[in-house]
């Protein structure tokens, strides 16, 4: 079995230098960089990973907790943190909390005994005062915590905005809003405030209809929205909190003999794949992910390595237009 002296010799390089390029600590060359890899694959080397995390105190690995896999905006999001890591040298460990707290504090406790580098967490409710006291960078990404090393958000009340003024540029007089959890405060809820300031300074009717738990953990939100679209049949603008809603929203005008964008029109949230592939393709706010991926990765390295990160990040988001208004 190749050791790390075979894999210096192989490459003509001290064991420290390969040992900069496995840890990866300070500046290596892509040169560099690339002659250990090959020398390692001709080799066949792998690195004792229990060992580097004993030297260490922690793991070249990041630990990814989220609600959903299955959501688009959690499948794209993941993908993009997977990447992120991957360029750094780093591995993920992804767990799927389903929405219980009881699981996100398990996968707390599991990704604390297991060494990371730092968390990833995602929306969620659960306490996190006794976990960070571990002193293990967690940074959460659509939610704020006080004691948590770092935050990244993208603009949620100027997505409101946007959306709002656009139905209102597209002659909508009618407008509703479905909106985030009912009682489970988010920072997503501040697209309904950018969404309600805009249709009071224009004078435009509103309504703003809470989605509840339930519904989020089915991802099936046909039930209600075909509720509140018969309820007021004179709609004919609605801003859906993520893209997923917008589609569904697609589905059930369908049903209901409504036109999109003739009879109504729809602007959702996230700019994930599906929001490309509906007929008609939907109107959507671009929320930067890969950017607040990159920017999460980056702050679990950087705290992990004792430097300090910022406290909250904030990313602006931007509409794309499409044949849904």
Known sequence: MATLKDVAAECGLTVTTVSRVLNNRGYISDETRKKVYEAMAKLNYRPNEVARSLSKKTTNTIGVIVPHIRHPYFAEMISNIENAASKHGYKIILCNSKGRNNKEKEYLDMCTSNRVAGII?????????????????LVTVERFVENGTAAVECDNKQGGELAAQHLIDCGCKRLLHVSGILNNSMPADDRALGFIEVCEKNGVFYKVVATNMGQYNSLDY????????????????????????????????????????EDIKIVGFDDVMISQITNPPISTIHQPIKEMAEAAVDMVITASEGKTVPKRTLLPVTLVKREST
């Open 222 to 261: 046909h039930d209600m929205l075909e509720g509140a679209l018969e309820y007021d049949e004179e709609i004919d603008g609605v801003f859906a909190s993520s893209d997923l809603i917008a589609s569904q929203i697609l589905q059930v005008c369908s049903k209901l003999g409504k036109r999109v964008p």
């Open 121 to 137: 967490l995602f929306s969620g409710s659960v306490a996190v005062q006794e976990f960070t006291d571990s002193n293990i960078a």
